[in-house]
């Protein structure tokens, strides 16, 4: 029960300190309820200690001398002497003893308060003594008074050093709370970082820049003030900021854009006020900002309001950049994956001088990524790294570090030595395509996704400009995958970006082969709806050679524009700029292309139907064939070369 109090009332201190301002007049205050609980204590302690315990006599015996006894005895003159002890309200009564021996003494309980008995004593001249024996409780109470005093002075002391606090941080509400090294250990220098070569150099010239300053200014070089990092998420911009750090060997600030900016108007201006003015004690230093989007917008043009605060904050921060005071020695490292939102006058000369593109890294980019995050992992000698980096193309270096996190997690659950090639393929799938579920029973649901994955697979192994097989599967996966065909992408198609025409059509014919192979061997009635995700792909390749590849006979002219993210200020009120009679001939272009496609790909399927029940008998029987196994079945069929039916890669 006492602990219990003590925790409720905890709670309603603490929550009188967030709400004093608040509280209603007819609400009792915390204080209030300490000081009643320790009056009363001290009240009822008295009567914890001071009652007189009641004693359980179990003895059958009666009492052969009692208070009646008493008064008999007084009124016949049979009593010698009465001790009256006061404290515990009982009386020693000394009798004679008939037999001449030493008188009898007998213990007998009075009440409270009885004036009559002593009157009575007296007129029967009978010795009275009055006695008292000492009170075993006077030496506890002072002491329980003690305790409980020192108790009320412990919790005083903690509510006083918390309200304490509090006020501390009030004081500090509007100063930096960035991360401050004066020396920063960020145990990463630049060979930690790979596959952003061009990037790490831009960057090594801001840590000469800080090392030998006045190497530059000696010819009237002025140092960049700001270093603007862009690249889409995973690509590296902080780790190269660490890298930087760890390299310049200067003071270092670090902190996000979202700290700058409170609920409350005027605290991230004084932030930054802040962090630049314990910059310049501390010059030459770094300050990185991750995140600056966030407080780094486009400010509002009027119409329809705008964040006040964080504008406010967004001007202090062009003014200590370049304001008229100079920051000599400051360079200022930000990161964002939002460049389009940024405001026009943070990123002009004198702010941010140098904008770094950091994007997904090349094959050779990644296969030096793999590389340094394989130093800390037990790799088997087995593990071809060259291979993992071209079928990862289109990969940042944070999900390259996943995969070789997920195939760690993956030996150690298996109990294994060393990361095997086969664990690290089950986590690019993992990674890229969801996690293995168990296998399907021989069902017609099985059978059907058969047929869908191997029609993926065969077009994929047919076309001339289609990406070779890596492997089939029909191996369910999470997210309702019930099965795939991977292809090996086009290295250097995928660092270009150039697609060919015939890539585009080849990649729209391979994408209807599942489609294709559920109609032509089940039947127009049982075809599923598991090819939506495919045909959702479909129209979206073929409006596009429409509409901004200008791969159609509409002529080579762009109709509409890429789409962009609603965030970034796009699709949400772009307008079209084409009639509504060029709108019908956009559609029946897209329309000619897809069913061009799937009538090549339904072709291709029916022409070798027996190939295609062969590999789906195999398939089932497998659950998996590699690309290799594939191709080499389907080059013994058509008596041709196996060299003829990959693509050049």
Not at 51 to 67: C, K, V
Not at 425 to 452: C, E, F, Q, W
Request: with cysteine; hydrophobic share 40%.
């Amino acid at each position: 029960m006492t602990r219990y109090f003590w925790s409720d009332l905890g709670r309603k201190i603490r929550k009188s300190d967030a709400t004093s301002t608040s509280r209603l007049p007819s609400q009792k205050s915390p204080w209030r309820i300490l000081w009643q609980f320790a009056a009363g204590l001290t009240l009822s302690q008295s009567l914890w200690l001071g009652a007189p315990a009641i004693a359980n006599d179990n003895n059958t015996e009666e009492d052969t001398f009692t208070y009646s006894d008493l008064i008999e005895q007084i009124d016949t003159g049979e009593i010698e002497r009465v001790e009256i002890n006061p404290v515990n309200n009982t009386a020693t009564v000394t009798l004679p003893n008939p037999e001449g021996e030493e008188p009898i003494t007998e213990q007998v309980d009075l009440f409270s308060r009885d004036p009559e008995l002593i009157s009575r004593l007296r007129a029967n001249n009978i010795d009275l003594e009055i006695k008292p024996t000492k009170d075993p409780t006077a030496a506890i109470v002072p002491i329980v008074n003690m305790l409980l005093i020192l108790v009320l002075l412990v919790i005083l002391v903690g509510i006083i050093r918390r309200s304490a606090s509090s006020s501390g941080q009030a004081l500090n509400f509007g100063k930096s709370r960035a991360r401050f090294q004066m020396e920063a250990e960020t145990g990463i220098v630049f060979n930690d970082v790979a596959g952003i070569n061009e990037a790490k150099e831009e960057l090594q010239e801001v840590v000469t820049f800080l090392k030998e300053t006045e190497r530059f200014t000696a010819i009237g070089a002025r140092i960049p003030k700001g270093v603007l990092l862009i690249g889409p998420p995973g690509t590296g911009k902080t780790l190269l900021a660490k890298a930087v750090a760890g390299e310049a060997g200067v003071p270092f600030f670090s902190i996000s854009g979202s700290e700058f900016v409170e609920m409350f108007v005027g605290v991230g201006a004084s932030r930054v006020r802040d962090l630049f003015k314990k910059a310049k004690e501390n010059a030459p230093c770094l300050i990185f900002i991750d995140e600056i989007d966030a407080v780094g917008r486009q400010r509002g043009a009027g119409y329809g309001g705008g964040n006040d605060e964080r504008e406010q904050t967004l001007n202090q921060l062009l003014t200590e950049m370049d304001g008229f005071e100079g920051n000599t020695g400051i360079i200022v490292i930000a990161a964002t994956n939002r460049p389009d939102v940024l405001d026009q006058a943070l990123l002009r000369p004198g702010r941010f001088d140098r904008q770094v593109l950091v994007d997904l890294p090349s094959y050779a980019g990644r296969l030096g990524i793999l590389e340094v995050h394989s130093r800390s992992k037990k790799m088997s000698p087995n593990v071809n790294l060259e291979e993992i980096a071209r079928r990862t193309p289109g990969l940042s270096g944070a999900d390259l570090a996943n995969i070789l996190n997920e195939a760690a997690i993956l030996t150690a659950r298996r109990r294994k030595e060393a990361v095997e090639q086969q664990e690290v393929d089950d986590a690019i799938d993992r990674v890229t395509i969801g996690m293995m579920m168990n296998p399907l029973l021989d069902s017609k649901k099985k059978r059907l996704i058969a047929y869908h994955e191997v029609g993926h697979a065969l077009l994929m192994t047919l076309l001339k400009h289609a990406d070779p097989l890596n492997k089939v599967t029909i191996i369910p996966r999470s997210g309702g995958i019930g099965g795939f065909a991977q292809p090996t992408f086009d290295e250097d198609m995928v660092d270009s970006g150039l697609y060919s025409r015939g890539w585009l059509i080849d990649q729209i014919t391979m994408a209807l082969g599942g489609r294709a192979a559920e109609e032509e061997v089940f039947g127009h009635d049982e075809v599923t709806q598991g090819a939506s995700s495919d045909l959702t792909a479909v129209a979206d390749r073929a409006r596009r050679m429409v509409t901004q590849f200008g791969m159609s006979d509409l002529g080579p002219i762009a109709l509409e524009k890429p789409q962009s993210e609603p965030f970034l200020g796009g699709g949400m009120g772009d307008s079209r700029e084409y009639s509504e009679e060029v709108a019908v001939k956009i559609d029946e272009a897209v329309r000619e292309i897809a069913v061009q496609c799937y009538d090549k790909a339904r072709r291709l399927i029916r022409e070798n139907r027996e190939l295609v029940d062969r590999l789906v008998d195999l398939l089932l029987e497998q659950e998996t064939i590699e690309g290799d196994r594939f191709r080499q079945i389907v080059s013994e069929y058509r008596k041709l070369p196996q060299k003829q039916l990959v693509s050049t890669s």
